[in-house]
Structure formats: structure tokens, C-alpha cells
């Protein structure tokens, strides 16, 4: 166990709908990471918010945002879904500052039909 | 593209022989990396990690190497066990423009009894 919760562990919704994805990091990590594992791809950074600000951005599409909040929960809302929005996405948090490893949730999986 | 490469899709070890997983990295601002390891349907667990200011580092049956001058790293497994079997991602992160870790594609690793 990461320490790092993810709900809902499963999800399946309809194109053109709009789903939030929730991550609570580890105690006293103020990093939050958010990922995207698409079938048989490797790990597409999308998000970084470090104790509630945007730190870092990656891949992400202008219909997916994120935020975290001041308990340092992190949520995840991807709108208008497409078929090709289906994977699983990760949630991670590390500590203070560099070099600190990252742990991992077990994941939402986002089945879009 | 891709900042961090792992160019074997997969790799098949004997059980008792060494694994070796490689990974390449372009962005020469890269200076911690960390390699995990993934099984189905859960989220990728932390392995073992190196700065830039060492080529080495060992734990235990893993040991990793890095190469700064060839911007290559690698991933042993000594003596290699079936229960090792999974894909293994390589990551590096940079302390400049935010912390985020880049994942390369992975590498499925099949260890034969």
C-alpha cells in the first residue's frame, strides 16, 4: 500500500460526458501528480501540483483539468469524452522538494463507451 | 518527444541469469532517475533510484548504472526470479521548470522458470 488513494477505482461513462477523478496523496506529501496509461502506452505525464499550485504541465488536453485543494487532495475532471479517453489514470505525490520518489496510487480505469 | 526512451518493447531472462534494462534519455537537465516496476492492474511501484552525481547504485538483486556522458542508464537484476516478471518503467526528473518525472514507455520483462 502507496498511501496513495484513488476513487473511483472504476469507471464507465458515455461519450460527451464529463467524469472527476479523486486522489488523496500520501500523509504530509505536497505533491500531486497525475498520469494517463493508455493500453499497452507507457506513462503520459499530464499534471503537477506542488501544496496547490500548477507546478508542471504535460500532455494534457485542454478538456482535462485539474486542481488541488488546501487539504491537498487532488482531483482530476475530464469533460466532452472521447472514445480514445479510455485508460487508466494514476495519481502520485512525493515530498518537499527534489529528488523525492514518487508513489503511486492503484489507478481509476476509465472505460468510455 | 520522447524525453526518456526505453527501446526494448520486452525482454525474456532465464530464471537465475542477469536482466538487463536499458533506457536513454535526451534532455541533458535530467539529473535524478528512478526505475519502477508494474504489475497488472496496479500502479507502479517504486524500485530503486540514482542521482547524477553517482554511476552507481545497488540494492540488494537491483543495481542501477548511469552513464552521463552517453545519457544512458540501466536497470540490473541479479539473479533474476520469475516473481520479477512485470514491466519496468524508467523515469528521470529535472530541478528546473518544476519537478516533473518523465516515464519512459517500459519494458515487459518475462523471467522463465
Known amino acids: 500500500d502507496s498511501g496513495v488513494t484513488q476513487t473511483p477505482k472504476h469507471l464507465i461513462t458515455a461519450t460527451g460526458q464529463r467524469v472527476t477523478l479523486r486522489c488523496s496523496p500520501r500523509s504530509g506529501d505536497l505533491s500531486v501528480y497525475w498520469y494517463q496509461q493508455s493500453l499497452d502506452q507507457g506513462l503520459q505525464f499530464l499534471i503537477q501540483y506542488y501544496n496547490g499550485e500548477e507546478r508542471a504541465k504535460g500532455n494534457i488536453l485542454e478538456r482535462f483539468s485539474a486542481q488541488q485543494f488546501p487539504d491537498l487532495h487532488s482531483e482530476l475532471n475530464l469533460s466532452s469524452l472521447e472514445l480514445g479517453d479510455s485508460a487508466l489514470y494514476f495519481c502520485a505525490s512525493s515530498g518537499r522538494g527534489f529528488g523525492n520518489t514518487i508513489y503511486f496510487g492503484e489507478g481509476s480505469w476509465l472505460t468510455v463507451v | ?113
Open chain 2, 1 to 113: 518527444d520522447q524525453q526518456v526512451k526505453q527501446n526494448s518493447p520486452s525482454l525474456s531472462v532465464q530464471e537465475g541469469r542477469i536482466s538487463i534494462l536499458n533506457c536513454d534519455y535526451t534532455n541533458s537537465m535530467f539529473d535524478y532517475f528512478l526505475w519502477y516496476k508494474k504489475y497488472p492492474a496496479e500502479g507502479p511501484t517504486f524500485l530503486i533510484s540514482i542521482s547524477s552525481i553517482k554511476d552507481k547504485n545497488e540494492d540488494g538483486r537491483f543495481t542501477v548504472f548511469l552513464n552521463k556522458s552517453a545519457k544512458h542508464l540501466s536497470l540490473h537484476i541479479v539473479p533474476s526470479q520469475p516473481g520479477d516478471s512485470a514491466v519496468y518503467f524508467c523515469a528521470a526528473s529535472a530541478n528546473t521548470g518544476g519537478f516533473k518525472t518523465i516515464f519512459g514507455a517500459g519494458t515487459r520483462l518475462f523471467v522463465k522458470a
